[in-house]
């Protein structure tokens, strides 16, 4: 049983290969340290009845005239007791060793208990030396006063081993000399009888050795249990903390932008709920300006920095109790009460686009501005506030940069009519309610026909015609970009298998591909897979992209490149409108330019149109590229740009956008170029 209970407390020592567990030595030291932290206990409790007892053999001793070595013995005993007492009254660092103690501390505290423990046991046998003197008082157990003696002796052995349980070598090692001294004693002195009740004593002893052991084996698992709850309770403490600290980092994360710290989408929401209806608070969505531009030449990492500057300046700039949040990208969001504030959103507006505009260390001034886009008045929620500030932004941006827009009945009613067409769009996908009109380009002559560019046409059945860039912007919305593009292309390739049938190769047919289709759709797979499914040469399909395409270069680059491969040409479209046309031809690798309607309508009462005219066909000659004049709407138009070399034109006054069924009739009447 013993044996059992000393392997449990006390593994064994891994032998070679076996892993370590660095949790048992300071296991084993914090037993240790209930051991030594029991022991001081015993010690102090049992030294006032050793002291008694002692005293009690002094006045025997005095009584039967051994009054000298009664004096130097109890004297003796005395000074080790006081040993003792002292050696319980001295700190000892062990007993500050916890399970969270750093490795070298708790090895340092082991040894000291250890230390400790040894100095106890020398002291206890120290002690039970000056017992084992006792023979000396009663003539080695012959005088009268033996019985006296011999009862003390085994009383106080009895009593030590009583009062030591937590660790049996102290003890043991004050009981083993005065027992050994009685047995001695007896033997030397001895009849049968006394020869028999030494060995009754070394009977004793062996039964105190068994219980002392025990009593230890015992406290130890009791010490082992103790330590094992406690570390389990600061183990769950612990886990508990970093549970709650995990939660508290997580509602944060869900609510702030890791980036500038301000709140997010959902984080102002969340802030918002118990702010609105008051009735007063005004939404300024932000957008920067040329936030694109610092990230494609300088990189994410400035892009970031400019980020978090923008994003100081905000909070700087705003009255006390403001939000402030980042939507996403370079969108951020701010909502305050103009009313306690005191200051009216277009102030606020103007101040934050002032704010904004000054310079970025590292960046050319000017380079960066904001827009920004203003709900104000009734709060139908925040995420109403946010579409309609978000309209007025669009609004905004579209007039120019470091503009702001307030959100008024006329950008209600263009936001109600975006609801409704992204509503219905899905249905009337269904229905094949939108239709693919086709508009003829002509050769330099006006005559002959060269190409079809196919636009798309939507009669609303309560808001009527739909302009194209509106239902190519409510299908981004509603989610259904690629499900238009799939449709448009549908009916394109209907057109060419027509052309295709009648041997009209020499036809091409354009379509159009936003920027946001090019982006979000794989415009090239899906394209080339229907022209091979089909059995279309694919030099019969054009893709005409706008230069606003080129800002998302990266991305568009190898559709682009995929196309081109395939055979398939790619024309750029509007030309002439954008920021960087030349570096965009570059990176487009474009096969034709389209002059945009804006540069040839009226050439004829413009001379700054005529030299832009002039200009793109001798880039186009210069370059190798084919170039088309759209817009032609009156005769002047055209003599003008013949006169010039313009090689293609588009225009009403060639030909409008027309419905397949109309088509048909023209191609029976027109001449058409060869393949
Ligand atoms: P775009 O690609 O530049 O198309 C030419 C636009 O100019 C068409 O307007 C056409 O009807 C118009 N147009 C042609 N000749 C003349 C003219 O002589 N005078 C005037 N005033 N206008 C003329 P539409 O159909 O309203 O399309 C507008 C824009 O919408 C297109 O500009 C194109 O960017 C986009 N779009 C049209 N259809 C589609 C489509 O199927 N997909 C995509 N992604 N965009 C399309
Ligand atoms: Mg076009
Ligand atoms: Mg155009």
Redesign the pocket.
Known sequence: MIVRDQERSEPEPPGPGESLDPAVPRRDALIRRDQLDAMRGSVLAAIPVNMLLGLASLLVAYHSGHATAGAVWFAASTSVNLLRITLCRIPCLGLALTADMTPSLAAHAGRSIDRRLRAFTAAAFLSGVVWACQPLLCEGYTSAQALFYLAITCGVTAGAVTHGTAYARIPLSFIVMPLLSVAVCLVLTGDFDRNCLAACVILYFLALTHTAFRSEAVFRDASRLKNEAHALARSRAEAHASASALVDEMRWRATHDDLTGLLNRAGLLQATEHRLHTGTLSLLMLDLDGFKFVNDVYGHKAGDRVLVEVARRLSGALPENSLAARLGGDEFAVLYDPATSGVPHSVMAATLITTVAQPFEGFDAGRLGVSIGVHDGPEPGLTEMLSCADEALYAAKATGRNRFRVFDHGLRERLQMRRDLERDLSQALVENAPK?WF?PIYAADGRILVGL????RWEHPRLGWI???DL?AAAGMAGLTESLFRY?LERVTAMLEILHRRGLQGVRVA????PR?MAQVPVDEIVIERLTLLGLPPTMLEI?I?EETALDIGVVQSKLQALSRAGIRVAL??FGIGYSSLSSLRQLKADRI?ID?SFV?GLGSSDDKRGLVLAVLGLGRLLGLDVVA????SAEDLHILQAMGCPFL????LGR?MPVEALEATLLTTRIAAA
């Not at 379509?511 to 936003?514: A, R, T």
């Not at 759209?630 to 709407?633: A, N, P």
Request: proline share 9%; hydrophobic share 30%; net charge negative.
């Open positions: 693919v508009q560019e196919a636009l798309v302009a194209p860039p190519i448009i379509m159009n591909v936003s289709e005409e706008t479209d509007d389209k309607r309508t759209e817009g032609v709407e588009q225009g009403y006054h956008p």
